[in-house]
């Protein structure tokens, strides 16, 4: 199915003002356990640029801004440029953060493939962007120069282990947008190395607890949001009903470490640094 409608429909409800936007970011930080892991992941980078004064981000693929909206209010510190290829999601955070108040933003229309600033960032962040870009390779080059010299990549996609809920090779994903179900994890690794990237941790991220989680947060509203717009009167209640069972799940998943699971939390850093916790 193609989830760009859906989208659509959610950002036509949630976007018409500040004050609404603001409990979408927060249901999405709630709901969804991808923002669970980046948000815990982000904490931790953010400990190793502790003491910069000033550190730039490029937020790869920004979308409704909702991590760009969290690091700047989690670090003061950081400024950060979203770009994304959608010129309508551009135009939106940009309303958005300025009617916010929040100048330490700015937002570029751009694509992936060809946008890149020499040595300009300490951190990009990728969240769910690789697997829609049939041309990956030219983005972890585009990454790897774009960061400054120590710079770190943190990238969230789905595995090859039931990412875009394919499960067997000839099975059609899922997201109909996606050009790719999942990564490998040598297949990531083998590709951030020949863009540079030395050193590169890789771990699996939605587990047991984070498959069902997902299928409660994600496919079963998405599919039913399919089939008639109507659902989305019934979603605060259907969401209200499973709170604490998706909380649980996601805290789960959150301290589990996986063997396999159908997610990729990658982090790679320009340079190997001795203690250098990634």
């Not at 790869?60 to 209010?73: D, L, V």
């Not at 000839?170 to 990564?183: A, L, T």
């Not at 050193?199 to 399919?226: A, D, E, Q």
């Amino acid at each position: 199915m193609n989830y760009e409608p859906i989208k659509q429909i959610l950002s036509n409800q949630f976007n018409r003002w500040p004050v609404t936007r603001k409990v979408f970011y927060a249901l999405l930080d709630l709901f969804l356990l991808r923002t669970w892991h980046i948000k815990k992941s982000l904490r931790k980078l953010a400990c190793n640029i502790k003491f910069k004064e000033s550190v730039d981000v490029l937020d790869a693929g920004s979308g409704f801004g909702q991590y760009t909206y969290f690091m700047t209010k989690s670090f003061p510190s950081w400024k950060i440029l979203g770009v994304d290829l959608k010129k309508d999601e551009i135009d939106s955070c940009e309303r958005f953060f300025k009617s916010a108040g929040i100048d330490r933003v700015r937002f570029q229309e751009a694509d992936l493939t060809s946008f890149r600033k020499k040595q300009a960032f300490d951190i990009i962040l990728s969240v769910d962007v690789m697997e829609h870009i049939e041309d990956d390779v030219a983005v972890f080059n585009n990454f790897y120069a774009s960061l400054k010299e120590n710079g770190l990549l943190l990238i969230n996609t789905p595995s090859d282990r039931g990412g875009s809920n394919v499960h067997d090779p000839g099975q059609k994903g899922f997201i109909g947008e996606h050009v790719r179900n999942g990564y490998r994890k040598d297949e990531m690794e083998q590709k951030l190395r020949h863009a540079g990237f030395s050193k590169i941790n890789i771990r699996y991220t939605y587990g047991i607890p984070g498959n069902v989680s997902w299928h409660l947060t994600m496919k079963f509203p998405m599919v039913c949001l399919s089939l008639s717009k109507w659902f989305f009167l019934v979603m605060p209640i259907y969401f209200l009903v499973l709170l604490p069972i998706i909380l649980l799940l996601n805290l789960a998943d959150l301290a589990m470490k996986h063997r396999s699971g159908t997610g990729l939390l990658v982090k790679a850093s320009k340079t190997t640094i001795d203690g250098l916790k990634i």
